[in-house]
């Protein structure tokens, strides 16, 4: 059973570069969720999916941020006109639930973007 | 709104000594969930365990602990006989109903460092 699977690992680009980034769940895993994770600091919820559905986005993703899941299993997170505030860990997470609460998030390793 | 304070941002000890990873909450939902997850440098974050608020009872996996007390709402973690493996960040965190669940909200970590 392999576990989340994120590409590419680090990125670094430009400032005004957009960029893009794919998350592979667990298989069967309905719902996806990315966070991102600045130095010295916990992992912040960015925003959620169950299926192809996004269900809640965070304040913190602004409108140069969208993300997609089109068949309900990958998803991309893409961040247009980049800005060196963006560099961070973008974690991607997935999890299995049929009742609300009742799932756990296992997390992949992680995309790092460096913006110059 | 909800809160996970971790306030020991670096803790050092030698190979074998015990040592205590201390959380404390803030949430004014009546069912919520606490998790902690362990960082190595790699970077993955890894699923150590899940606990519901209504079930108080302390666990016991292997050398790992947690002791769970709502009514200082504190969520603590013990390592026994640490080893250098066990070195990494460590988060505590909490999803509620008011979230639906599935935002999580992190502490910011406690780096545990165990010293050959």
């Known amino acids: 059973d392999t576990g989340v699977s994120q590409d590419p690992r680090h990125k670094i680009t430009k400032r005004g570069q957009n960029v893009t980034f794919r998350c592979d769940p667990i298989?069967?895993?309905?719902?996806l969720y990315w966070y991102r994770q600045t130095l010295g600091q916990g992992p912040e919820f960015l925003t959620y999916?169950?299926?192809?559905?996004?269900?809640?986005k965070s304040r913190l993703l602004s409108d140069r941020f969208s993300a997609e899941r089109p068949k309900g299993s990958f998803s991309t997170l893409e961040i247009q006109r980049t800005e060196q505030g963006d560099s961070a860990m973008y974690l991607c997470?997935?999890?299995?639930?049929?009742?609300?609460?009742?799932?756990?998030?296992?997390f992949g390793p992680g995309t790092r973007l460096t913006v110059l | 709104a909800q809160k996970v304070t971790q306030a020991q941002t670096e803790i050092s000890v030698v190979e074998k000594e015990d040592v205590t990873l201390d959380c404390v909450y803030e949430?004014?939902?009546?069912?919520?969930?606490l998790f902690w997850y362990k960082q190595p440098p790699s970077g993955e974050l890894v699923f150590l365990i899940r606990?519901?608020?209504?079930?108080?009872q302390n666990e016991i996996s292997g050398r790992y602990s947690w002791n769970f007390q709502k009514s200082t709402s504190s969520f603590n973690f013990t390592i026994t006989a640490s080893q250098v493996v066990d070195s990494a960040v460590y988060f505590c965190?909490?999803?509620?109903?008011?979230?639906?669940?599935?935002?999580?909200?992190f502490g910011i970590g406690t780096k545990l460092q165990v010293i050959p």
């Open positions: 999916f169950q299926n192809e559905a996004q269900l809640e």
């Open positions: 949430t004014r939902d009546t069912t919520y969930y």
């Open positions: 606990r519901n608020s209504f079930d108080e």
């Open positions: 298989s069967e895993h309905n719902r």
């Open positions: 965190a909490l999803s509620g109903s008011s979230g639906g669940y599935q935002k999580v909200t």
């Open positions: 997470a997935s999890s299995h639930g049929t009742v609300i609460g009742t799932d756990t998030q296992y």
